[in-house]
């Protein structure tokens, strides 16, 4: 069962991204919403990717300890 923050990894025979990783952000009747973050600047946010993904097109790999804007989320530079 697939939740939210959960890593997937999309399946390259079923889809053009795979096997890009993925983190859920909706869990939907069809499938999920999930984002793939992008590589900026150093020191900047990264930028979000978002898809929507077929359930039976992905797989669940674990689940994301870190999550980009929540209040758990630091910078390594500054601790």
Known sequence: MVRINDVIQLDPAQNDW???????????SWGVQCYALVPEKRGELPGSMYLRVNTGMFQVI??????????S???????
Do not use: Q
Not at 18 to 28: A, D, F, N, R, T
Not at 62 to 71: F, N, R
Not at 73 to 79: F, L, V
């Open 18 to 28: 795979g096997p890009l990783l993925c983190i859920v952000s909706e869990v939907k």
């Open 62 to 71: 674990g689940h994301a300890e870190w999550i980009v804007g929540s209040s």
């Open 73 to 79: 989320t630091e910078d390594p530079e500054s601790a």
